[in-house]
């Protein structure tokens, strides 16, 4: 009789083992379940700050010439002179939209910029603020594709990271109640990126540019 009880005794004790055994795996389980949530939110989070964007835009389809490469600056050099359009765009009338015209034939390899009316008001310098109506046409589509004048004036800054460089290059100078044609090459554009709907890879932008206020 003692010996079955010493039985029974060992048998309850690694019973009660098994036990304490099975519910330490299981709350192992539960830790191991939890930290691999963590860790998959974690990685989750980090690739939509990576990828999907802190809250601040690229490049949008409402306002082609702006673009966020490159710092905000006031000290850019502007180059002193481009040639001029070879083929300009009818001058038409100043606060009335323009019709652009992308002539036949390759794209020009330089930037090309012309007054096609002369503003009398001040002129547009760096790191001001300017109000424009502008119209985009493309070398790809060979027509307009985008234009303020459906929608509203453009407004932002004229500095190196707000627009693109052509703009940068092409607006400053620009007197107030002016009219200016901008034909952009894609390394003063938008580069090997199609930044929208009618603008390919490595194309040529013309704009045609009216300057309304500064300020």
Do not use: C
């Not at 519910?23 to 989070?45: L, P, S």
């Not at 690229?58 to 600056?73: I, R």
């Not at 009335?96 to 330089?110: D, E, Y």
Request: hydrophobic share 35%.
């Amino acid at each position: 009789m003692a010996t079955s009880k010493r039985e029974r005794q060992k048998a309850a004790r690694r019973e009660k083992l098994e036990r304490q055994q099975r519910a330490a795996a299981r709350r192992r389980n539960v830790r191991r379940g939890v930290i691999g949530v963590i860790v998959a939110a974690v990685v989750i989070g980090t690739g939509f700050v990576l990828f999907g964007g802190s809250g601040k835009t690229t490049t949008t389809t409402t306002a082609p010439p702006t673009t966020t490469t490159g710092p905000v600056t006031t000290t850019t050099v502007v180059p002193t002179s481009f040639p001029k359009v070879v083929h300009p765009s009818p001058t038409g009338t100043f606060g009335t939209a323009p019709t652009v015209v992308v002539p036949p034939g390759p794209p020009p390899t330089t930037m090309e910029v012309s007054d096609l009316i002369t503003g009398t008001g001040p002129a547009a310098k760096i790191g001001d603020k300017l109000t424009v109506q502008y119209v985009l046409a493309t070398y790809s589509t060979r027509k307009v594709i985008q234009s303020s004048w459906t929608s509203q004036p453009f407004s932002f800054t004229l500095a190196t990271g707000n627009v693109i460089p052509g703009w940068v290059y092409g607006v400053a100078g620009m007197h107030v109640g002016g009219r200016r044609e901008l034909v952009i090459p894609p390394s003063l554009g938008y580069g090997n990126v199609a930044a929208g709907p009618g603008i390919a890879k490595n194309d040529t932008l013309v704009f045609v540019v009216d300057l309304l206020k500064i300020g």
